[in-house]
């Protein structure tokens, strides 16, 4: 059996060392060599090292799982954020596009009310020149009145060959001709329209209007009786009004008729022409 030394604090069997070291190889019987300061630490004095625990093969899977499903919520949240800043998008230039539109309304109603308030102005122009040659003939009017002294203005005074009023047919009507006034008559009583009429009559009942148009009926006025009105005057007195402007009182006195009849019969026959030219 081979013989074990010692060299430093390790014990090595002789038949292993090298020929080389025999000589530096000192018996057991020996005193052992002192060891150095850095062989004298022992293992107890140094601090234990710990090793993690190796994770088995089901905890990694289920770690993996597990970064898995977070990693999944992580992109379902971003999408919908992505989404939400879609949306945001899409409703800010919704609203753009709303703001730029009620920018265009409100420049074309801007663009409206001007060309209203030109018009306007136009109309205003057109209104005073109008009063003005109304004005002119109503004080024509008035001076033939007054030259033909108690002339009446009535259907037979501007028709009639020799009537006093025909020469002024074109100043009252706008027509050329007592004809032309005739035949645009006849062509609103077609069927006797015309005579039918019922004067507007406010609050009056029925049958007084019935009674005045039927000629029974007799209004005061200053004293005297008034002549009825007839719906050849009031067609003759309607175009006159419309044409001159001129008041129903002064038509009234002119043509020697009730105020309140001619006030009657006014909107009547404006509204009976404008129902009856509309299918024209």
């Known amino acids: 059996m081979a013989r074990r030394v010692e060299l430093g604090c390790v014990g090595v069997p002789v038949a292993h060392a090298a020929p080389a070291t025999e000589s530096l190889i000192r018996p057991s019987s020996t005193r052992p060599l002192k060891p150095t300061s850095r062989q004298s630490t022992t293992r107890a004095d140094s601090p234990a090292i710990?090793?993690?625990?190796?994770?088995?093969?089901?905890?990694?899977?289920?770690?993996?799982?597990?970064?898995?499903?977070?990693?999944?919520?992580?992109?379902?949240?971003?999408?919908?954020?992505?989404?939400?800043?879609?949306?945001?998008?899409?409703?800010?230039?919704?609203?753009?596009?709303?703001?730029?539109?009620?920018?265009?309304?409100?420049?074309?109603?801007?663009?409206?009310?001007?060309d209203l308030e030109s018009k306007n102005a136009t109309l205003e122009a057109s209104l005073l020149e109008a009063q003005a040659d109304i004005e002119r003939v109503a004080a024509e009017l008035a001076e033939e009145a007054a030259r033909l002294g108690g002339a009446r203005l009535s259907w037979q005074s501007v028709t009639s060959a020799d009537g006093s009023w025909r020469h002024r047919i074109t100043e009252l009507t706008g027509l050329g001709s007592g004809e032309v006034l005739i035949d645009l008559y006849n062509l609103l009583n077609w069927n006797g329209q015309a005579e039918a009429l019922k004067l507007w009559n406010g609050r009056q009942s029925s049958a007084r209007m019935e009674a005045e148009r039927s000629g029974t009926s007799q209004r005061r006025s200053g004293g005297h009786q008034d002549k009825v009105i007839t719906p050849q005057d009031a067609f003759l007195l309607t175009l006159t009004k419309l044409r001159t402007g001129l008041s129903l009182s002064l038509l009234s006195t002119w043509a020697g008729i009730s105020y309140g009849g001619l006030a009657r019969a006014f909107p009547t026959w404006v509204n009976f022409m404008a129902q009856f030219f509309r299918y024209v």
């Open 50 to 114: 710990v090793l993690p625990r190796r994770r088995t093969r089901d905890e990694v899977e289920a770690m993996h799982e597990g970064n898995f499903l977070e990693i999944g919520a992580l992109k379902e949240e971003i999408e919908r954020l992505h989404r939400q800043l879609q949306h945001q998008s899409f409703s800010v230039a919704r609203a753009r596009a709303q703001e730029e539109e009620a920018k265009l309304r409100l420049r074309a109603a801007n663009l409206r009310v001007n």
